[in-house]
């Protein structure tokens, strides 16, 4: 859709997906590094504007292109586009862990689907988030803790949310080093490990130490090139992005029902969002693996208590798949036409939605 949509307006599927909007910073940083020269479209954030935007991503851009020669802009999006099929591989794995191969089969066809799947094809942090998240929970799942300990820390490096899977990975593992305490109103272990086995071992704290790392790193890199410890969050308020408790994104719900003029992309992030809530609660009814709830609680609980960019929160809930389990379950359940009818609408809707965020809309998927 995207592809025919930008043909007839004469521009290449290529430069809409791989050099636009966010993509441009990514690509500056792994070219020039957070130094001059200025990003035009930096006007938010100022001279220090970069410092915002995690050092993952454009890195390994770096390096493949050091390594191939290859132009920066077809690595990050060939980049992109590998790492999202490595997190459909990843979000199966988890969901087929829990619920089985059924489940896990409409997990990734409702992921593939959702109004802005689109990023899962752009030069963004998303796809390569979304993979380092799904398989570090499903190394938590399968007790691999130093595994999901550096997924974790590389997630931390990637995007600021990734202090949702930080919180995964530690407090998962911290669960595992309380004592068992028994009786019959003892809650089981969210994830069984070392817990029913004997004494907890260093792998356990060697997650909680690594997981933190690569986020932490980060942001005290940021603070000592701005000469004060809270630098990174400086650089955040000059975006207008800040913690306020959910008021901004209340206040922007609430625009929808007093304001006369509002756009498609509007309404779509406003009942993403709600819906969001929604899935989170029902989410919480059938007790998950506190890990794997924890996750997709803290990663809502980011984006709807963060102000500024009610237009990008949608693209900022994309990773938090487990909200997507119960509907998989209840399409696995569902007779066939009834799939059919759901998803082939839904990915209808969604790939022409996907056309007007890059041809009509003039912000940011």
């Given at each position: 859709m995207v592809a025919a949509w930008g043909h007839?307006?004469?521009?290449?599927?290529?430069?809409i997906l791989a050099t636009r909007w966010d993509s441009v910073f990514y690509l500056s940083i792994a070219e020039h590094g957070y130094s001059s020269p200025m990003v035009p479209a930096c006007q938010e954030g100022g001279p220090t504007c970069k410092l915002a935007f995690f050092p993952l991503y454009p890195t390994l851009i770096r390096g493949v292109c050091a390594v191939t020669g290859l132009p920066a802009d077809w690595v990050a999006w060939g980049m992109a586009l590998a790492a999202s099929l490595l997190a459909a591989w990843g979000i199966f794995a988890v969901a087929e862990k829990l619920y089985g191969?059924?489940?896990?089969?409409?997990?990734?066809?409702?992921?593939?689907?959702?109004?802005?799947?689109l990023v899962q094809s752009m030069a963004y942090t998303e796809p390569v988030f979304t993979a380092l998240t799904a398989w570090a929970l499903y190394a938590v799942l399968t007790r691999a803790w130093l595994t999901a300990g550096t997924l974790a820390l590389l997630a931390?490096?990637?995007?600021?949310?990734?202090?949702?899977?930080?919180?995964?990975?530690?407090?998962?593992?911290?669960?595992?080093?309380?004592?068992?305490?028994?009786?019959?109103?003892?809650?089981?272990?969210?994830?069984?490990?070392?817990?029913?086995?004997?004494?907890?071992?260093?792998?356990?704290?060697g997650a909680i130490v690594l997981a933190p790392l690569g986020w932490a790193a980060f942001v005290l890199w940021v603070g000592h090139r701005m000469h004060r410890w809270d630098g990174y969050f400086v650089e955040q308020r000059r975006w207008g992005s800040t913690f306020d408790g959910g008021t901004f994104t209340v206040q922007r719900l609430r625009d929808l029902f007093t304001q006369p003029a509002l756009s498609l992309d509007d309404v779509v992030v406003a009942g993403t969002v709600i819906t969001a809530i929604i899935l989170l609660c029902t989410l919480a009814v059938r007790r998950p693996p506190a890990a794997v709830w924890i996750y997709a609680a803290a990663l809502v609980l980011i984006?709807?208590?963060?102000?500024?960019?009610?237009?990008?929160?949608?693209?900022?809930?994309?990773?938090?798949?487990?909200?997507?389990?119960?509907?998989?379950?209840?399409?696995?359940?569902?007779?066939?036409?009834?799939?059919?009818?759901?998803?082939?609408?839904?990915?209808?809707a969604s790939a022409c939605y996907s056309g007007y965020l890059t041809m009509v809309w003039t912000h940011s998927p």
């Open positions: 007839r307006k004469g521009v290449g599927l290529h430069e191969a059924r489940v896990a089969l409409f997990t990734v066809a409702l992921y593939a689907v959702v109004p802005h799947a931390g490096a990637t995007r600021p949310s990734g202090l949702a899977v930080i919180a995964a990975v530690t407090l998962g593992a911290a669960w595992q080093l309380l004592p068992v305490t028994g009786g019959h109103g003892a809650e089981p272990p969210a994830v069984p490990d070392e817990r029913a086995h004997g004494r907890p071992t260093a792998r356990l704290y984006t709807v208590c963060g102000a500024g960019y009610f237009h990008a929160k949608a693209r900022f809930l994309l990773p938090a798949f487990p909200l997507l389990f119960p509907l998989a379950t209840a399409l696995a359940r569902a007779r066939t036409t009834t799939v059919y009818a759901v998803l082939t609408g839904c990915a209808v």
